[in-house]
Nanobody, 127 residues
Framework: QVHLVESGGGSAQAGGSLMLSCVYS????????MGWFRQPPGKWRMGVAA????????SYADSVKGRFTTSRDNAKKTVYLQMNRLNPEDTAMYYC????????????????????WGQGTQVTVSV
């Protein structure tokens, strides 16, 4: 059974930084593709960043390109989301998601491409 636990959320001022972590437990993490999603208040959840099983392929939503970076440490079964130059529009509940994947290169920002989800961590950015 897969279990995902996010941490690192909190409050930040515009222009600041936060780093989210997501610890995975379950099957072999080396064959699991990961993604980050967020849901602002009153809006749909959307994909923010994704990373392949080997960590060499990534994908980002246009709204966060150049500001957010995702990475993973397979030995620690952890994926990270470094968020820089935060702005109030980044305020949302952030979720990590996983999906088993036999490829080394696939990435996806589509919700339906993921099978397991964490409980989320809140990020609030003030001016």
């Amino acid at each position: 059974q897969v279990h995902l636990v996010e941490s690192g959320g909190g409050s930040a001022q515009a222009g600041g930084s936060l780093m989210l972590s997501c610890v995975y437990s379950g099957s072999t993490f080396n064959f699991v593709r990961m993604g980050w999603f967020r849901q602002p208040p009153g809006k749909w959840r959307m994909g923010v960043a994704a990373i392949s099983t080997d960590g060499l392929s990534t994908s980002y939503a246009d709204s966060v390109k150049g500001r957010f970076t995702t990475s993973r440490d397979n030995a620690k079964k952890t994926v990270y989301l470094q968020m820089n130059r935060l702005n109030p529009e980044d305020t949302a509940m952030y979720y990590c998601a996983s999906a088993p994947d036999g490829t080394s290169y696939r990435v996806s920002l589509i919700e339906d491409d993921y099978t397991d989800w964490g409980q989320g961590t809140q990020v609030t950015v003030s001016v």
